[in-house]
């Protein structure tokens, strides 16, 4: 219990840094008067760090064994590189801290995600339920600034976010030592290389699935705020918006395992896929509806909560203990990393000259190539089978 307390809490503080970032930092640097093309190309940057930080430290905490130390060491370099926020006021100078503090913040979680299976053993069913607790820290945030925006100036945004990231460093100095290995690999032969594994025909149909999922959500982590104010919502409105995604992510979570055993990875990987390019659509068509943004805030549950799920799933399967680490890091940085920069910083391009349906339609359009990749590739018991 005093194990699931520690691992639940670093959940809750990383992911609401997250809910202070991702919905309110657009909305900080539109304060600097920077144009579309300038917001998305710097919230490109945030992404851009997880295509090389999460490998770099992957390997070394593969190579190492040293993987609460990593993580410790990134909690750390992460606030004291945020630091020289508060003395930026242009896109260069803000970027270039941006750059610096999320290239340790996005090594952090691939690691810890390595962690948390590997102390729950056999009980990984359990990752769901200790993971919801990252959304819920999300909820709590994303809410509460949301509503303290309303009434102090955004100039607070980067203080807030300081003290959050001094919390997720002191939390993982509790962390509990990492169980030992048994030496017992699971779904995949013992003694095969990270890049054989890498290499076959699935697991880069997976990995390709993993960029077209990060890149359709680009636009909306860097625009749907800002386009949420645009057309009326107030900042809390906006965080109540985001926040009711989460919890019904949170559901998803909980009940994740069951719905594992019931229609298995490639199902819900393909209908939430389904789910995301209508998700988009809603979003890109009618943002001024309320009732059809709650729809679509709802299914977030499948668009991230589902997928990331069945994400985490599908290294577990396809890589071996020993690569676990590096196979982790990959699926944050192709995905998170590549397809979220790219997303962030295609939507900054199309936002002010081609407007939000076609920002928001090229969202949709990469989900629908991921389900055609699903269908054609996604089967994990073959693999299995295979090996």
């Given at each position: 219990?005093?194990?699931?307390?520690?691992?639940?809490?670093?959940?809750?503080?990383?992911?609401?840094?997250?809910?202070?970032?991702?919905?309110?930092?657009?909305?900080?640097?539109?304060?600097?008067?920077?144009?579309?093309?300038?917001?998305?190309?710097?919230?490109?940057?945030?992404?851009?760090?997880?295509?090389?930080?999460?490998?770099?430290?992957?390997?070394?905490?593969?190579?190492?064994?040293?993987?609460?130390?990593?993580?410790?060491?990134?909690?750390?370099?992460?606030?004291?590189?945020?630091?020289?926020?508060?003395?930026?006021?242009?896109?260069?100078?803000?970027?270039?801290?941006?750059?610096?503090?999320?290239?340790?913040?996005?090594?952090?979680?691939?690691?810890?995600?390595?962690?948390?299976?590997?102390?729950?053993?056999?009980?990984?069913?359990?990752?769901?339920?200790?993971?919801?607790?990252?959304?819920?820290?999300?909820?709590?945030?994303?809410?509460?600034?949301?509503?303290?925006?309303?009434?102090?100036?955004?100039?607070?945004?980067?203080?807030?976010?300081?003290?959050?990231?001094?919390?997720?460093?002191?939390?993982?100095?509790?962390?509990?030592?990492?169980?030992?290995?048994?030496?017992?690999?699971?779904?995949?032969?013992?003694?095969?290389?990270?890049?054989?594994?890498?290499?076959?025909?699935?697991?880069?149909?997976?990995?390709?699935?993993?960029?077209?999922?990060?890149?359709?959500?680009?636009?909306?982590?860097?625009?749907?705020?800002?386009?949420?104010?645009?057309?009326?919502?107030?900042?809390?409105?906006?965080?109540?918006?985001?926040?009711?995604?989460?919890?019904?992510?949170?559901?998803?979570?909980?009940?994740?395992?069951?719905?594992?055993?019931?229609?298995?990875?490639?199902?819900?990987?393909?209908?939430?896929?389904?789910?995301?390019?209508?998700?988009?659509?809603?979003?890109?068509?009618?943002?001024?509806?309320?009732?059809?943004?709650?729809?679509?805030?709802?299914?977030?549950?499948?668009?991230?909560?589902?997928?990331?799920?069945?994400?985490?799933?599908?290294?577990?399967?396809?890589?071996?203990?020993?690569?676990?680490?590096?196979?982790?890091?990959?699926?944050?940085?192709?995905?998170?990393?590549l397809g979220g920069a790219l997303g962030a910083f295609v939507s900054g391009l199309?936002?002010?000259?081609?407007?939000?349906?076609?920002?928001?339609?090229?969202?949709?359009?990469a989900s629908f190539v991921a389900i055609l990749l699903a269908l054609i590739w996604?089967?994990?018991?073959?693999?299995?089978?295979?090996?």
């Amino acid at each position: 219990m005093d194990s699931y307390i520690r691992l639940s809490g670093f959940y809750f503080f990383y992911f609401a840094l997250l809910g202070a970032l991702v919905p309110y930092w657009s909305l900080y640097l539109k304060s600097f008067n920077f144009d579309a093309q300038t917001i998305g190309s710097l919230m490109a940057l945030l992404q851009m760090s997880r295509i090389v930080a999460p490998n770099l430290w992957g390997w070394l905490a593969d190579r190492s064994g040293k993987r609460v130390q990593i993580v410790r060491f990134g909690a750390l370099m992460t606030w004291i590189m945020f630091i020289g926020i508060f003395w930026q006021d242009t896109a260069v100078g803000i970027g270039l801290v941006m750059l610096g503090f999320s290239f340790f913040w996005n090594a952090v979680l691939p690691q810890f995600e390595v962690i948390t299976l590997r102390q729950l053993g056999d009980a990984k069913n359990r990752y769901s339920r200790i993971r919801l607790w990252g959304s819920v820290g999300f909820i709590i945030a994303v809410v509460g600034i949301g509503a303290l925006l309303d009434y102090l100036s955004i100039t607070w945004l980067p203080w807030i976010m300081l003290a959050m990231m001094l919390l997720i460093w002191l939390n993982t100095l509790l962390i509990p030592r990492v169980a030992k290995s048994t030496g017992q690999i699971e779904n995949v032969i013992r003694g095969k290389g990270f890049i054989e594994l890498l290499l076959r025909p699935q697991v880069i149909a997976f990995f390709s699935i993993c960029l077209l999922i990060q890149f359709g959500h680009g636009a909306y982590y860097t625009f749907y705020s800002v386009l949420m104010v645009d057309v009326g919502y107030s900042r809390a409105e906006v965080g109540l918006l985001w926040a009711i995604g989460v919890i019904a992510e949170v559901i998803v979570f909980i009940y994740m395992h069951w719905m594992l055993q019931r229609w298995g990875i490639r199902a819900i990987m393909i209908v939430s896929l389904m789910l995301c390019v209508l998700r988009w659509l809603l979003i890109g068509l009618v943002p001024e509806n309320l009732p059809l943004m709650l729809l679509a805030q709802t299914l977030h549950a499948a668009t991230f909560g589902a997928l990331h799920a069945v994400g985490i799933a599908l290294v577990n399967h396809y890589f071996t203990e020993q690569t676990h680490g590096q196979g982790q890091a990959l699926f944050s940085s192709f995905g998170f990393g590549l397809g979220g920069a790219l997303g962030a910083f295609v939507s900054g391009l199309l936002w002010d000259d081609f407007g939000v349906l076609v920002t928001f339609g090229l969202s949709a359009a990469a989900s629908f190539v991921a389900i055609l990749l699903a269908l054609i590739w996604i089967y994990p018991e073959k693999v299995q089978q295979n090996n």
